[in-house]
């Protein structure tokens, strides 16, 4: 083979090359802009929507069941709290007992 023939075959190898590697280069475009296009659909952008919802209706639950313990927690130290104190002074828990039963049946009573 001539010097010539050999540069030309090598030539239309790389050109070939080069050929299909535009070829690639254009399907992963492609490929990329459909996966765009179908993320800024209506359908795509309702999905990423419904997820974010999810997540935040998860949060929120976690959130709210959190507080909830932190509120039940709090309520059940404030009752030992408050019967300790009943336990250690009898005297003044009965008058504070009846002061508040006198306020109870006074608020009861029809007014004239």
Do not use: K, N
């Not at 190898?13 to 209506?42: K, M, N, V, W």
Request: proline residues 3%; hydrophobic residues 40%.
């Amino acid at each position: 083979m001539s010097r010539s023939a050999q540069d030309r075959s090598y030539e239309r190898a790389s050109i070939a090359e080069l050929e299909a590697d535009i070829a690639r280069t254009r399907a992963r475009i492609s490929d990329e802009l459909d996966a765009i296009g179908y993320r800024l659909s209506p359908a795509g952008l309702s999905r990423d929507a419904s997820g974010l919802l999810g997540e935040a209706q998860d949060a929120s639950s976690e959130a709210l069941g959190a507080l909830r313990e932190s509120l039940v927690e709090r309520g059940q130290r404030l009752g030992a709290q408050l019967a300790d104190r009943l336990r250690r002074h009898p005297a003044e828990a009965t008058l504070l007992g009846f002061g508040l039963a006198w306020l109870l049946m006074r608020s009861s009573r029809p007014r004239r």
